[in-house]
């Protein structure tokens, strides 16, 4: 593998799951001397980072971290401009940072304002650009694979690796703020991948994903949770903000806080979230504090599923 961005670049989702469930199993059975990866965050976190610390201690490798948006100069990220208010272009901060590594893991949010330039992921396909080694994508303008990644292997664990057929339902669920789309987005890009899952999306009107994460790739949407909930064995539930109207509010939408109500309409199904979560805002305390919440499971196979990341680049470079 020679870069990490989308699951466009994995040959085949079952094999990696796989891969990445024997690691979970075996977490130091693989080691690389003498390799660095660097970890770049433009924004926040919690999970991407110290997962992916985690992954590359575990394959004996050596991590440095640095969080650009307090630690480092003001970056400028547009090209041909009077650098007045900025300090570093993006060019010389990708490249040299490039050079202290040998793989390069980056975070950008997206700005929520122009939806062509986070679509086209304007930032990102300068990182991969300036980049002198193979860059992960920890999230994008509007990818979070690593997330989608041990999402789905949270769900082969807890079907005995896809046995039989399973209905797994995307619920939006309010929020205070404006966020991106990059966990919905991927998550509907890797699970329709799984043919053993039936997959849909539920939202409120005008909060449909872009054609290119729902409809175009056969995933359905529909507006009504409850039926959406109908039979359900996973809900996964998750705020954005909307496509059309670009990363607006466009309703507060309250009622579709995930409940104990509404869960009892599903077939026992299991409470998915990426983390951080609002309690008692995206879903009641009852839910996510219940046993039917594998939030925490999700989380621990951040760790495996950028050890398989790292590990397949590793094995690739030359
Ligand atoms: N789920 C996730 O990416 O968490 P962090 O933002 O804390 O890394």
Not at 73 to 95: C, F, P
Not at 244 to 254: A, D
Not at 267 to 277: D, E, G, I, R, S
Not at 278 to 297: A, G, M, Q, W
Request: glycine share 2%; charged share 25%.
């Amino acid at each position: 593998m020679k870069k990490f961005f989308s699951v466009e670049d994995v040959v085949n989702v079952y094999d990696l799951i796989k891969e990445a469930i024997y690691l979970k199993n075996n977490p130091y059975n693989f080691k690389y001397k003498n390799k660095t990866i660097g970890l770049v965050f433009f924004n926040p976190s919690l999970r991407t980072r110290i997962s992916c610390q985690k992954a590359a201690f575990n394959l004996g490798c050596h991590t440095w971290i640095l969080d650009l948006h307090k630690d480092s100069w003001k970056i400028e990220m547009s090209d041909g401009g009077i650098m007045k208010t900025t300090q570093e272009h993006l060019k010389e901060a990708i490249s040299v940072m490039s050079m202290y590594c040998d793989i390069l893991a980056v975070r950008t949010f997206p700005n929520l304002v122009n939806r062509d330039y986070d679509y086209n992921e304007v930032i990102f396909k300068k990182i991969l650009n300036y980049s002198r080694v193979p860059v992960v994508n920890m999230e994008s303008a509007t990818l979070h694979p690593l997330q989608s990644l041990a999402d789905i292997i949270t769900i082969a664990e807890f079907t005995s690796f896809f046995k039989k057929t399973c209905k797994v339902v995307l619920s939006w669920a309010p929020h205070v703020k404006p966020l991106p789309h990059s966990v919905a987005n991927s998550f509907s890009q890797w699970i329709s991948k799984i043919k053993e899952v039936d997959f849909i999306i539920t939202c409120p009107e005008g909060y449909n994903l872009s054609n290119k994460f729902s409809d175009g790739i056969g995933v359905r949407t529909i507006h009504n949770q409850n039926k959406a909930f109908e039979n359900a064995d996973f809900i996964y539930a998750k705020n954005w903000s909307s496509y059309s109207n670009y990363g607006k509010i466009i309703c507060n939408g309250n009622d579709w806080m995930i409940t104990k109500k509404k869960m009892k309409i599903t077939n026992k199904a299991k409470f998915m979230h990426c983390l951080p979560v609002r309690r008692n805002v995206v879903v009641e305390d009852s839910v996510l504090d219940s046993k039917s919440s594998i939030v925490l499971e999700q989380s621990k196979n951040r760790i495996y599923s950028s050890q398989i990341i790292f590990k397949k680049i590793i094995e690739s470079l030359s």
